[in-house]
C-alpha cells in the first residue's frame, strides 16, 4: 500500500483512513502504474449524478484541506460496492 509520487512516498492506508474520518463513507485507493494516477473509489449507492458531484466536489475540498499536495487523488469516482475476488479480497483487475 505504499507509493512512490512525485518523489514523495506515499501510504494508501492513510489516505483511506483520512477520507473516512472526513466522510464516514468507504474509501478504496488505487494507484494506476500505467497511467501515473492516484484514484479515490468511494462506495455508495447513491445513483443521482447531480448528487455525486456534489459529494465529489465537496470532499475534494476537504481532501486539498488535510492531504499534501502529492497524496490528492487524481480522480474519485463513486461506486456501488468494492469487486472482490472469490478469496474475499478486492479485485484490482
Not at 518523489?7 to 477520507?19: A, D, F, P, S, Y
Not at 488505487?30 to 465529489?56: G, R
Amino acid at each position: 500500500s505504499m507509493i512512490k509520487r512525485f518523489g514523495h512516498r506515499v501510504c494508501l492506508l492513510e489516505i483511506e483512513k483520512n477520507v473516512y474520518e472526513k466522510t464516514n463513507l468507504l474509501p478504496k485507493c488505487v494507484w494506476e502504474e500505467n497511467e501515473s494516477q492516484l484514484i479515490l473509489f468511494l462506495i455508495l449507492k447513491e445513483s443521482d449524478p447531480l448528487l455525486q458531484n456534489k459529494i465529489i466536489d465537496k470532499l475534494r475540498i476537504k481532501l486539498i484541506k488535510s492531504l499534501k499536495k502529492f497524496e490528492i487523488p487524481d480522480f474519485i469516482e463513486i461506486i456501488p460496492n468494492i469487486p472482490l475476488t472469490n478469496n474475499g479480497k478486492t479485485d484490482f483487475n
